[in-house]
């Protein structure tokens, strides 16, 4: 079972690194999948969504871009045998209440051959 770092990164009461692993692990590299892309590693840019996933979720072509990129996101992960994106499940629903855009998908983890569920809140820039 893949084991990461647990973001964000800590420490144990042992004094080592903070792990996840199983579904955690997998929620977490779905989400810095997902993010923003800002970094400063030069080995690892354009490795997110970029800031419109952030900031333009209100807009319908952004939100096609996005899937699009989801897309081929999923399609990377796939050729490394870890996630494999159900694409018929992605769309998005409103939470008008909370003022957030919500992502939703199902994937299935190749490892453990088991579909999951992906729910991510945005808020939308326009509010």
Request: net charge neutral.
């Amino acid at each position: 079972m893949p084991t990461g770092l647990a973001i964000p990164v800590g420490v144990t009461t042992s004094g080592s690194a903070r792990l996840v692993s199983g579904d955690e692990n997998d929620d977490k590299i779905l989400k810095l999948g997902l993010g923003d892309d800002d970094n400063d590693n030069a080995f690892q840019q354009a490795i997110g969504m970029g800031t419109g996933m952030v900031f333009d979720t209100l807009d319908v072509n952004q939100r096609a871009r996005i899937t699009q990129k989801l897309v081929r996101l999923f399609a990377r992960w796939e050729a490394q045998k870890r996630y494999k994106l159900r694409t018929s499940t992605v769309k998005w629903e409103e939470d008008a209440e909370n003022g957030e855009l919500i992502l939703v998908f199902k994937y299935v983890n190749l490892e453990a051959n088991k579909e999951q569920d992906f729910r991510q809140a945005f808020v939308r820039a326009g509010r």
